[in-house]
T-cell receptor
Framework: DVKVTQSSRYLVKRTGEKVFLECVQD?????MFWYRQDPGLGLRLIYF???????EKGDIPEGYSVSREKKERFSLILESASTNQTSMYLCASSSARGRGKNEQYFGPGTRLTVT | GDSVTQMEGPVTLSEEAFLTINCTYTATGYPSLFWYVQYPGEGLQLLLKATKADDKGSNKGFEATYRKETTSFHLEKGSVQVSDSAVYFC??????????FGQGTRLTINP
């Protein structure tokens, strides 16, 4: 069974802290994605990666960075957490074969609260 | 740019009622279309998909048909159950392999 795992289900951090969210997939997928989910706004793409060491900005990259040192792992970094980054964060992966036709597989999400 | 517009929720129905959740899209080229479902406390799961015009995706009694002429991909189910209560997202994927999501529709089914 395909699997995307995220390091924490719930996380509480203080304003100004550096926060790391980890995502691991076991499907040998080339593509990995980070989204944030907020009520009424759906899912918004923060960053994505088509390959190891590659990263591309999504729609809302400000205040975030990412790291992809290994194919199976994609990390989201909040350099200095702020209260407006309180949200649900979802990681996803997909195969690059069949460009655009393949579904993305999602992790269970990390609910981050910044106080 | 590409966009997806979904029927606003929340939607509340009685068990065994007929369900329609409307979804329309704007995109260049020929996107693939998806419906995802999110049960409480979980991530998104793929419900169904269609990759070309007139394709019908189906799963667990849900259906949606890719209508290019009306740029729509409405989700339907003939008889809903309490266990269908969830948030439903319509999405499209272009050749860039990114998903663009609608805002989600919260569905509650009462027994």
């Amino acid at each position: 069974d395909v699997k995307v795992t995220q390091s924490s289900r719930y996380l509480v951090k203080r304003t100004g802290e550096k926060v790391f969210l980890e995502c691991v997939q076991d499907m040998d997928h080339e593509n990995m994605f980070w989204y944030r989910q907020d009520p009424g706004l759906g899912l918004r793409l923060i960053y994505f990666s088509y390959d190891v060491k590659m990263k591309e900005k999504g729609d809302i990259p400000e205040g975030y960075s990412v790291s992809r040192e290994k194919k199976e792992r994609f990390s989201l970094i909040l350099e200095s957490a702020s209260t407006n980054q309180t949200s649900m964060y979802l990681c996803a992966s997909s195969s690059a074969r069949g460009r655009g036709k393949n579904e993305q597989y999602f992790g269970p999400g990390t609910r981050l609260t910044v106080t | 740019g590409d966009s997806v517009t979904q029927m606003e929720g929340p939607v509340t129905l009685s068990e065994e009622a007929f369900l329609t959740i409307n979804c329309t899209y704007t995109a260049t080229g020929y996107p693939s279309l998806f419906w995802y479902v999110q049960y409480p406390g979980e991530g998104l799961q793929l419900l169904l998909k269609a990759t070309k015009a007139d394709d019908k995706g189906s799963n667990k009694g849900f259906e949606a048909t890719y209508r290019k002429e009306t740029t729509s991909f409405h989700l339907e189910k003939g008889s809903v159950q309490v266990s269908d209560s969830a948030v439903y997202f319509c999405a499209l994927s272009s050749r860039a392999q990114k998903l663009v999501f609608g805002q989600g529709t919260r569905l509650t089914i009462n027994p």
